[in-house]
T-cell receptor, first 112, second 112 residues
């Protein structure tokens, strides 16, 4: 069976510090991968998606970036965090872009 | 999506009653729909899906209804329990771009 992992689970970072959130998928190959952000009490905002190694598409211009160094690894980064980057970050995978997405447990980020 | 910045609507039901959560979609070409459940502090979990060649699909205590005429999707939960308290998202494959589009979500609160 397939599993998706995210770490860390919780992160508190000062404004201006860098960020690296990691997502890995087990039990499947060549998944489509996604990063979402969710503000408290809000819906899902798609940030990035990837259909293969090194292939990243950005949905929302911002100070975040994503990379996919390996088939089942998706990383969300920032060089300098802003207060507005606080939120709940979710990674998801799917076999096909138009099919069911399966979500990880999420990382709660608080920027102070 | 456009609903990302809006507060979630809330549905409050009594324990043991049936719940109906509604979702409207905009693209008549959408042919695949999914309901997710997101408990507090966790990632969304797949509940049930339905394809456009069906009007109804049943799972364990849940039923999804699809009305293509008015582009409406609903999730019915029978005998609602406290553990059903969560945010529920619908998602559709609307063939715009390559990915699922998520609705804004509805918060279900179950009163004991």
């Amino acid at each position: 069976s397939q599993t998706i992992h995210q770490w860390p689970a919780t992160l508190v970072q000062p404004v201006g510090s860098p960020l690296s959130l990691e997502c890995t998928v087990e039990g499947t190959s060549n998944p489509n991968l996604y990063w979402y952000r969710q503000a408290a009490g809000r819906g899902l905002q798609l940030l990035f998606y990837s259909v293969g190694i090194g292939q990243i598409s950005s949905e929302v211009p911002q100070n975040l970036s994503a990379s996919r160094p390996q088939d089942r690894q998706f990383i969300l980064s920032s060089k300098k965090l802003l207060l507005s980057d606080s939120g709940f970050y979710l990674c998801a995978w799917s076999w096909h872009p138009q099919e069911t997405q399966y979500f990880g447990p999420g990382t709660r980020l608080l920027v102070l | 999506g456009e609903s990302v910045g809006l507060h979630l609507p809330t549905l409050s039901v009594q324990e043991g009653d049936n719940s109906i959560i509604n979702c409207a979609y905009s693209n008549s070409a959408s042919d695949y729909f999914i309901w997710y459940k997101q408990e507090s502090g966790k990632g969304p979990q797949f509940i049930i899906d339905i394809r456009s060649n069906m009007d109804k699909r049943q799972g364990q205590r849940v039923t999804v209804l699809l009305n293509k005429t008015v582009k409406h999707l609903s999730l019915q939960i029978a005998a609602t329990q406290p553990g059903d308290s969560a945010v529920y998202f619908c998602a559709e494959n609307n063939n715009a771009g390559n990915m699922l589009t998520f609705g804004g979500g509805t918060r279900l609160m179950v009163k004991p």
